[in-house]
């Protein structure tokens, strides 16, 4: 079955030319130009990935993932024409699995979707098999792709879930940024930012105090390592 992709940009040219490249490699393409409308079409029929522009008309990028995330674990990949990398942080910490930034290679965005469908739907061969994994309140069931803590489900994005998992079948490992861009996205280059950011976000959702992380750590000098807590 073809994967559904839903590319949000108000410019249709970079919109066809996304949904040429998409479709070359057997995806199902759908484009729409504003916010609303993509938000009004991904909560009613979710799509396997979003491809969705900062800026848009009517409801902004930044919006439509927020609320995206709060019904619906789609990953998400961010076109953005601003160059800070506060911007990409931004859209990072809204939920983003990944960002390419304006112009950019079409080639390079169909690759970025192959991966972060790859991850999404593979995080088992990324985390080291099937299984459940815990410590103390904290149960992430690898089959499953769920994540609970005090019983409670988790949403994490399918980055989110991969990190964690991987982080949680080698405790107390320290691993660099970069060394984890490679295991965990699949990027033998990429902002190590995009590490940080999802870290940021791992530890306000599985830590008991985000100020001070016990689980995640970070190791100085390095990047980070899982401390069990039980």
């Known amino acids: 079955m073809s994967t559904r992709i839903l590319v949000v940009d108000d410019d249709p040219t970079v919109a066809e030319v996304v949904a040429r490249y998409l479709e070359?490699?057997?995806?199902?393409?759908?484009?729409?130009?504003?916010?609303?409308?993509?938000?009004?079409?991904a909560l009613a029929d979710p799509p396997d990935l979003?491809?969705?522009?900062?800026?848009?008309?009517?409801?902004?990028?930044?919006?439509?993932c927020r609320k995206l995330r709060e019904r619906w674990p789609v990953p998400v990949i961010m076109l953005t024409a601003l160059g800070e990398e506060i911007d990409r942080v931004v859209g990072l910490e809204t939920g983003a699995d990944d960002y390419v930034t304006k112009p950019f290679s079409p080639r390079e965005l169909a690759l970025r979707v192959q991966s972060v469908l790859r991850r999404a739907r593979g995080a088992a061969a990324v985390t080291g098999g099937t299984g459940v994994l815990r410590d103390g309140d904290l149960v992430v069931d690898v089959g499953a792709h769920e994540v609970r803590r005090d019983g409670e489900l988790v949403m994490l994005t399918s980055r989110e879930f991969d990190l964690l998992a991987y982080l949680m079948r080698n405790p107390r490992q320290a691993f660099s940024r970069a060394a984890l861009l490679d295991q965990v996205w699949g990027w033998s280059f990429g902002d190590s930012s995009?590490?940080?950011?999802?870290?940021?976000r791992l530890r306000e959702k599985v830590e008991p105090d985000p100020t001070a992380p016990r689980r995640i750590v970070t190791v100085w000098g390095v990047g980070y390592r899982y401390e069990p807590l039980s």
Do not use: I, N
């Open 50 to 64: 979003m491809v969705l522009d900062l800026m848009l008309p009517k409801v902004d990028g930044l919006h439509v």
């Open 24 to 41: 070359r490699d057997g995806h199902h393409v759908e484009c729409v130009g504003d916010g609303a409308e993509a938000l009004r079409r």
């Open 194 to 200: 995009t590490v940080t950011v999802h870290v940021r």
